[in-house]
């Protein structure tokens, strides 16, 4: 591994989270009246933050009001729920242990907001992980694609970019890469295909976390 430092995304890259954040926005809507989506569609949803997944899933015209109201009520479930069918993809628990025991520096950044981000940190990778950053505007950092999550967990790291890459599965993390100036594995067990991560400007490709490991 040529890299020293290595900064993951969560949902789609070491987390498979989808059923879980489907069932939260499902119930959500549900509760206000409003058509629930398919899995499929909640997959093509995620990536920007709950705000956005909501604001996605509402019904086209929604009230600002009303769509905020569902997003409470998605974050109140969630968090009840985030456990319910999450789970690590096969092989990240190892490909992290491996990491670890080779001295490199892991930190996540993720567009979920902060306590779920640090909440399922902990109970997942607390033994290899101990940066973990999520979506928290009141401390002024914002989302990914912009840079200020991943130059956070630089920081926290003592890293720099010579020497760190980015892993994530989706078209906002080689964005959010972009910006940081540092380069981005994107990972095929996630949320997006081959296909459409080429068509948003993937260049390195990891099939297997263990591939991680060879990079």
Same mark, same amino acid.
């Given at each position: #591994?040529? !890299?020293?430092? !290595?900064?993951?995304?969560?949902?789609?890259?070491?987390?498979?989270? %989808?059923?879980?954040?489907?069932?939260?926005?499902?119930?959500? %809507?549900?509760?206000?009246?409003?058509?629930?989506?398919?899995?499929?569609?909640?997959?093509?949803?995620?990536?920007?933050?709950?705000?956005?997944?909501?604001?996605?899933?509402?019904?086209?015209?929604?009230?600002?009001? *009303? @769509?905020?109201?569902?997003?409470?009520?998605?974050?109140?479930?969630?968090?009840?729920? +985030?456990?319910?069918? $999450? /789970?690590?993809?096969?092989?990240?628990?190892?490909? *992290?242990?491996? #990491?670890? &025991?080779?001295?490199?520096?892991?930190?996540? =950044? &993720?567009?979920?907001? &902060?306590? @779920?981000?640090?909440?399922?940190?902990?109970?997942?990778?607390?033994? !290899?992980?101990?940066?973990?950053?999520?979506?928290?505007?009141?401390?002024?950092?914002?989302?990914?694609?912009?840079?200020?999550?991943? %130059?956070?967990? #630089?920081? /926290?790291?003592?890293?720099?970019?010579?020497?760190?890459? !980015? =892993?994530?599965?989706?078209?906002?993390?080689?964005?959010?890469?972009?910006?940081?100036?540092?380069?981005?594995?994107?990972?095929?067990?996630?949320? /997006? +295909?081959?296909?459409?991560?080429?068509?948003?400007?993937?260049? $390195?490709?990891?099939?297997?976390?263990?591939?991680?490991? #060879?990079?």
């Amino acid at each position: #591994m040529k !890299y020293d430092n !290595y900064i993951f995304d969560l949902d789609g890259t070491l987390l498979d989270t %989808l059923a879980d954040l489907a069932t939260s926005c499902n119930y959500a %809507l549900h509760k206000h009246g409003m058509p629930e989506r398919t899995v499929d569609e909640v997959r093509l949803f995620v990536g920007n933050g709950v705000r956005k997944l909501i604001l996605r899933a509402v019904p086209e015209g929604t009230e600002n009001a *009303l @769509a905020e109201d569902v997003l409470a009520t998605f974050r109140q479930h969630y968090g009840q729920h +985030s456990l319910d069918t $999450t /789970r690590p993809y096969d092989g990240i628990a190892d490909m *992290l242990k491996a #990491m670890k &025991s080779q001295g490199k520096g892991l930190a996540v =950044v &993720s567009n979920k907001f &902060s306590q @779920a981000t640090e909440s399922l940190i902990a109970h997942f990778f607390g033994d !290899y992980i101990h940066v973990a950053i999520g979506e928290n505007e009141a401390a002024g950092i914002r989302k990914k694609p912009a840079p200020d999550t991943v %130059l956070e967990a #630089m920081r /926290r790291l003592g890293a720099d970019a010579e020497n760190t890459v !980015y =892993v994530g599965d989706s078209d906002v993390d080689i964005v959010t890469a972009k910006n940081c100036e540092i380069p981005c594995i994107s990972v095929l067990w996630g949320f /997006r +295909s081959r296909e459409f991560l080429l068509e948003h400007g993937a260049t $390195t490709f990891a099939e297997t976390p263990s591939e991680l490991l #060879m990079i």
